[in-house]
């Protein structure tokens, strides 16, 4: 049985500027909402997705490390969160490298029902442009808290598991010009 989301929840995600998503813990993993800025990002209306595990967006990328950190992630209930840039694709097939955060949400007994997710395009993106979706997602996150708290869901993680932005775009641009290139051949 998939977990009812409260309004309350539902109400501040759909009017977050940041893409995000949320996900059940149960099964495959279906996903049970996106909001605006994540159908703005990947091209998928609401109706395309939700019910979908959100590895659609991989379609045949290889993402061998991101997958694997997230298997780790997705079977280690100790872990709280984890952060990889992956390969993705829009609805119309153009390829990006999402910064894919997740987090779990646990109900009050301590049990994760539920997965938060943010996406931010770190294929073409500027310093600022990370710094400002840095920015936003902490915010998101610390409003996000104490909504979820009064519907009895514990928000796990912080943005302490960011160690270097800059890194990650290099990585992401890296990622994108071996994407490219084996399209290209």
């Known amino acids: 049985m998939e977990p009812e989301l409260p309004h309350t929840l539902v109400d501040y995600l759909e009017k977050s500027r940041v893409a995000l998503a949320i996900a059940s813990a149960v099964g495959d993993l ?4 996106v909001n605006d800025s994540f159908s703005t990002l990947t091209g998928y209306a609401p109706q395309d997705v939700v019910g979908q595990n959100c590895r659609l967006l991989q379609r045949e990328a290889p993402n061998i490390e991101p997958r694997a950190r997230l298997r780790e992630f997705l079977t280690n209930d100790r872990q709280p969160n984890v952060r990889t840039p992956i390969v993705n694709f829009r609805k119309d097939g153009t390829p990006f490298v ?3 955060y997740m987090s779990r949400l646990r109900s009050g007994d301590g049990r994760t029902n ?3 997710a943010s996406q931010f395009d770190v294929s073409r993106s500027q310093p600022e442009m990370l710094a400002g979706y840095e920015g936003e997602l902490s915010a998101t996150l610390g409003r996000l808290a104490p909504i979820a708290s009064e519907a009895g869901i514990v928000v796990e993680g912080t943005l302490l598991t960011i160690a270097n932005s800059a890194s990650l775009v290099a990585q992401a641009k890296m990622i994108l010009a071996e994407l490219e290139a084996t399209t290209d051949a």
């Open 98 to 100: 999402n910064l894919l």
């Open 30 to 33: 279906p996903l049970l909402m």
């Open 114 to 116: 539920l997965f938060f």
